[in-house]
């Protein structure tokens, strides 16, 4: 057997703390890809809720949509039941035409009636 001089332990004893290092290099490095990973993680997660978010604005946008569109066809039946409404107008104003010859008519009824009951009550003194 060989007999282990000081130079041995000496060159174990560096090769020992040599090894301690790289092991420190490699936990430091080991530690910063976990905060890389957890940082990552972070930035997947934020991403997530912004695509959820996202998600939530377009349903949102789609029912307006849909609303806005059942609007348009609530306006196109009306704009129709106008339209037949003014196609209406010139045979309407015909007519008001003829109720003012009515109207003259009644009111000249209703002064007569009104004179004659005028006349009436001056002619009977006792009532």
């Not at 910063?32 to 990552?40: F, H, P, Q």
């Not at 015909?94 to 008519?105: A, C």
Request: hydrophobic share 40%; proline share 2%; net charge neutral.
């Amino acid at each position: 057997m060989s007999t282990v001089t000081d130079s041995d332990i000496k060159e174990i004893k560096d090769l020992i703390i040599v090894i301690n290092d790289n092991i420190k290099t490699i936990d430091n490095r080991i530690t910063s890809l976990d905060n890389r990973m957890t940082n990552l993680d972070n930035r997947v997660t934020n991403i997530d809720n912004k695509m959820t978010n996202l998600d939530n604005r377009m349903t949102k946008l789609e029912n307006e949509w849909q609303d806005f569109q059942k609007n348009q066809i609530e306006i196109k039946a009306k704009m129709s039941i106008i339209e037949l409404s003014t196609q209406k107008i010139p045979d309407m104003a015909e007519r008001v035409g003829e109720l003012k010859n009515w109207k003259q008519i009644g009111l000249a009824l209703f002064g007569t009636l009104v004179g004659g009951l005028i006349t009436y009550l001056i002619k009977t003194p006792n009532l």
